[in-house]
């Protein structure tokens, strides 16, 4: 059975970072696609960033352009998000998505696994 757990979240002010880790077990991931998605209080789930098996590209939704970076460990099968100049706005539970492409998607209807969420809170 897959599982992802994702760690990291936590309390923090406005501009400071954070890094958000998820392990994935279960199977192999090989040629799978891994993203972190959040949704904000009364907000819906959108895509954070996400990243390929295969090339390593990252994609990011424009907010965190600049500031967060996604990154994935194959052979650990772990996927990383470092946070900085953090944002009251980027308040929300973050959640690790893994899907059976090696493509990247912006849609949470296109993943296959996910984890329970991680809470970040961002305060000014």
């Known amino acids: 059975q897959v599982q992802l757990v994702e760690s990291g979240g936590g309390v923090v002010q406005a501009g400071d970072s954070l890094r958000l880790s998820c392990a994935a077990s279960g199977r192999t991931f090989v040629f799978y696609s891994m993203a972190w998605f959040r949704r904000g209080p009364g907000k819906e789930r959108e895509f954070v960033a996400g990243i390929n098996w295969s090339d390593v590209t990252p994609y990011y939704t424009d907010s965190v352009k600049g500031r967060f970076t996604i990154s994935r460990d194959n052979a650990k099968n772990t996927v990383d998000l470092q946070m900085n100049s953090l944002k009251p706005e980027d308040t929300a539970v973050y959640y690790c998505?893994?899907?059976?492409?090696?493509?990247?998607?912006?849609?949470?209807?296109?993943?296959?696994?996910w984890g329970q969420g991680t809470q970040v809170t961002v305060s000014l």
């Open positions: 998505a893994v899907r059976k492409k090696n493509t990247v998607s912006s849609l949470a209807g296109e993943y296959d696994y």
